[in-house]
């Protein structure tokens, strides 16, 4: 039987640099599956359908949500995005390491459903930084970054119940970090309720016995 495949969810804040992280993980890793999300924005320039992103209308999404064709989905300044459950099934299933890169609210979703999923948190160092990572990407209007900048004083708040925090200030650490820690968290022994229930039952019972 193939060994399942591990789940990790990458959030962070919009402009912290988690698309390029991705992009160089996947080039240096490129055995890591990498979820394609759905979404109701346009394409930015240079996106490609079905490789950015795959962008539906909002009917198109409502119908994905109706079918429970997403494992999770979520509004982020105002559009709709999901990760399509089949792919993600399928690919742990083989055994692959599957990525999301999705936001906050998503992420929570996929804590309550699969809470074994690693959970890493992308910051740039400072909000200062932040502030002008997303001015200068030049892809945005004034109104757009407000929105960001908004969100993530938000989303702030959110980073505390992530398990590891990737600081990215040098591009090459941080994706080395990214993959380090997959790795390290997959194989690190997990809290198991069912063998912590069975040790404490049986302590109960040998030391009833000692009585
Ligand atoms: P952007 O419009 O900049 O590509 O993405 C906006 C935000 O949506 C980012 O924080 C990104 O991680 C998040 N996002 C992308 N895909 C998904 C998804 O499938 N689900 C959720 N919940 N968020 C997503």
């Known amino acids: 039987m193939t060994k399942k495949g591990s789940l990790t969810v990458i959030s962070g804040f919009s402009g912290?640099?988690?698309?390029t992280?991705?992009?160089?993980?996947?080039?240096?890793?490129p055995e890591y599956a990498l979820s394609v999300s759905v979404t109701t924005r346009n394409p930015r320039p240079g996106e490609k359908d079905g490789v950015d992103y795959h962008f539906l209308t909002q009917q198109e999404?409502?119908?994905m949500v109706a079918e429970d064709g997403l494992l999770e989905?979520?509004?982020?300044?105002?559009?709709?995005?999901?990760t399509p459950r089949k792919y993600v099934e399928e690919s742990i299933a083989a055994g692959k390491d599957v990525i999301l890169e999705i936001e906050v609210q998503g992420a929570r979703q996929i804590k309550e459903k699969c809470p074994d999923a690693i959970f890493l948190f992308v910051t740039p160092p400072s909000a200062e930084e932040l502030h002008h990572r997303l001015t200068f990407r030049g892809t945005e209007s004034e109104e757009v970054i407000r929105e960001r900048m908004q969100r993530a004083a938000e989303e702030a708040g959110e980073?505390?119940?992530?398990?590891?925090?990737i600081v990215n200030d040098d591009l090459d650490e941080a994706v080395e970090l990214v993959h380090r820690t997959i790795q390290e968290a997959k194989n690190a022994p997990r809290r198991q309720p069912e063998m912590i229930a069975e040790i404490s039952e049986e302590l109960k019972k040998l030391a009833a016995d000692d009585k």
């Open 16 to 19: 912290a640099g988690k698309g």
């Open 21 to 29: 992280i991705m992009r160089e993980l996947l080039k240096k890793h």
């Open 61 to 63: 999404f409502d119908r």
């Open 73 to 82: 989905h979520a509004g982020y300044v105002d559009h709709c995005y999901g």
């Open 159 to 165: 980073m505390a119940w992530y398990d590891y925090l």
